[in-house]
Nanobody, 127 residues
Framework: QVQLVESGGGWVQPGGSLRLSCQPS????????TAWFRQSPGQEREFVAA????????HYSNSLKGRFTISRDRAKNTVYLQMSRLEPEDTAVYFC????????????????????WGQGTQVTVSS
């Protein structure tokens, strides 16, 4: 019933920036958890970042700290992923995911804990 829609993907040059957006259909993010995952061909799905809406706490993959920022706009019921200093290795399909509850930290990184997923948006970083 709940659907997530991602937008903002595209093709950028190395070192560039891109902002992804995720909006739900049929409910709000309030009280729950949202996250970004990514997946490249032949690789496992990788956790990127998560945000817990009750307090606004954020958590990141250690390998992406400093370049990616997850944020929210409560008025617009939207979650964002700001990506900076992009590298070719960042090329992937990026998925927005959501859980209806506040996940404990230890469960943020496993995609199996999220109930709803978007269709994904392609991010390509190349010259």
């Amino acid at each position: 019933q709940v659907q997530l829609v991602e937008s903002g993907g595209g093709w950028v040059q190395p070192g560039g920036s891109l902002r992804l957006s995720c909006q739900p259909s049929g409910r709000t993010f309030s009280g729950g958890t949202t996250a970004w995952f990514r997946q490249s061909p032949g690789q496992e799905r990788e956790f990127v970042a998560a945000l817990r809406w009750t307090e606004g706490s954020t958590h990141y993959s250690n390998s992406l700290k400093g370049r990616f920022t997850i944020s929210r706009d409560r008025a617009k019921n939207t979650v964002y992923l700001q990506m900076s200093r992009l590298e070719p290795e960042d090329t992937a399909v990026y998925f927005c995911a959501a859980a209806p509850t506040r996940l404990i930290v230890s469960r943020l990184f496993d995609g199996e804990n999220y109930n709803y997923w978007g269709q994904g948006t392609q991010v390509t970083v190349s010259s």
